[in-house]
């Protein structure tokens, strides 16, 4: 857990008035896909900012996620758009606000309603490093299926961050980003069966992995289990991301 951080305040003038941006931030830990969240009293809610009068949404959400994990140069998506033409927060909320702040234009301004953008990053959980800020009570993981009750529609967006990565994944080789680097084929095989739900040929998921030229096998291999040594795998070019739209499909399976 890392210590809190100065107040959050953030002034009025120098924002835009209607717009946000949430980020989900996704891990895997232990079989499980999961989600970083904070507790703000009795509800949780997704890492997100105001976007600068002279910032752009992708700069604005990159830094958010920069300042709530330590990570430099974290793998970001933009998602979609969330407006809702109910979005807004509740009374809890609005009392929480009052609660902690004295400027009237502040408390004004957090009150009103919002369109988010929404983005998500797949992080390494080892290498990431939560930050709290005064209004934070807590940070946790938490694994999208055991998410708990969140803040306005955040719930909303988190699922659409998991849903999105179910679909895309037979497109996009972005998965990577969640293993610590190098890591094996069995780890990466694994890994895209939580993601989809389902099970896959590990023979042929390999093949068409190594097929895509993104990975690069090293001569040391990881002692898995006895009898058993898997050879390890680099990305060759992290910025490469994606592939044909055949490379990672039910084909594979």
């Not at 590990?202 to 990975?215: A, H, I, V």
Request: proline share 4%.
């Amino acid at each position: 857990m890392s210590a809190r951080r100065e107040k959050y305040y953030v002034d009025p003038a120098d924002h835009l008035r209607d717009v946000s941006v949430d980020v989900v931030i996704v891990g895997y830990e232990e079989g499980h896909l999961k989600c970083l969240l904070l507790r703000v009293r009795d509800r949780w809610m997704l890492q997100g900012g105001f976007v600068g009068i002279s910032e752009s949404t992708d700069a604005a959400a990159q830094r958010v996620l920069v300042e709530r994990t330590g990570l430099i140069e974290p793998y970001l998506k933009f998602l979609t758009v969330f407006g809702k033409e109910d979005r807004n927060f509740d009374k809890d909320w609005h009392k929480l606000i009052e609660a902690n702040y004295t400027d009237t234009e502040f408390i004004s301004w957090m009150k009103l309603r919002r369109v988010t953008l929404g983005y998500y990053s797949l992080v390494n959980i080892v290498e990431t490093h939560p930050q709290l800020t005064s209004i934070d009570d807590e940070i946790a993981w938490f694994s999208f299926d055991e998410l708990p009750v969140m803040w306005m529609d955040h719930r909303e967006i988190a699922m659409a961050a998991r849903t999105h990565l179910k679909n895309s994944i037979r497109q996009n080789l972005e998965t990577y980003n969640l293993l610590t680097s190098p890591f094996t084929m069995p780890e990466l095989h694994r890994l895209h069966q939580v993601i989809l739900g389902e099970e896959i040929d590990r023979s042929r998921f390999q093949k068409k992995m190594l097929s895509t030229g993104l990975f690069k096998r090293l001569p040391k291999r990881q002692k898995e289990s006895p009898g058993r040594n898997p050879y390890q795998y680099e990305v060759i070019d992290p910025i490469c991301t994606s592939c044909d739209e055949n490379s990672v499909d039910k084909t594979c399976e």
